[in-house]
């Protein structure tokens, strides 16, 4: 008997506990190791799963699509509740952000007229050299995200070969680990910004 890879062994895991038919689900990065094929039936699964879900991911585009709560781990013990998926998650936290600059900009101008690059909050809890791996970590995270959905889509092509479909997997899952990597950096550097 062959040995399973171990996109392998997770996939069979995972049907084997679907199959049982549970009302709760804990999955921890459950996109990492799957084919794109797989990964569609999961999220088709979830989409129509009648029992509570609890997901731990990296993958934004999989949580944009399943869940509709999250729970943000800020760092220092602080966890925040908030209703709805990443993508609302970051437009909230981009308005709250312009909200706090637009509150620091009035009346307060004047005195950090002259010293306004040293005042500003990223400055203080990141160095230069962070700030800039920062600006180009979110650049390339976008940069791969796209790439990443473009791959996902010549798996539509029914025209591929079984070679062709290997290579996509290949190219699929080095740019699923860059962007594991990058993210995980973003996290990192985006908590120090948050202090």
Known sequence: MEKLSGGERKRLYLCTILIQNPNFLILDEPTNDLDI????????FLLDFPGCLLVVSHDRYFMDKIVDHLFIFKGGGVIEDFPGNYSDYRAYEDSTVLEQRARKGNGIQNKTAKSSWRSDDKSKKLSFEE????????????????????????????????????????????????????TERWFELSMLLEG
Do not use: P, R
């Not at 094929?37 to 088709?44: C, M």
């Not at 791959?151 to 699929?172: C, H, M, P, R, V």
């Open 131 to 182: 700030q800039k791996e920062y600006n180009k970590l979110e650049k390339s995270i976008h940069s791969l995200e796209k790439q990443k959905e473009e791959l996902q889509n010549q798996f539509a092509d029914t025209s591929l070969s079984g070679e062709e479909i290997d290579d996509l997997s290949i190219k699929l899952k080095d740019i699923l680990e860059q962007l594991e990597d990058k």
């Open 37 to 44: 094929i797989t990964l569609n039936v999961l999220e088709s």
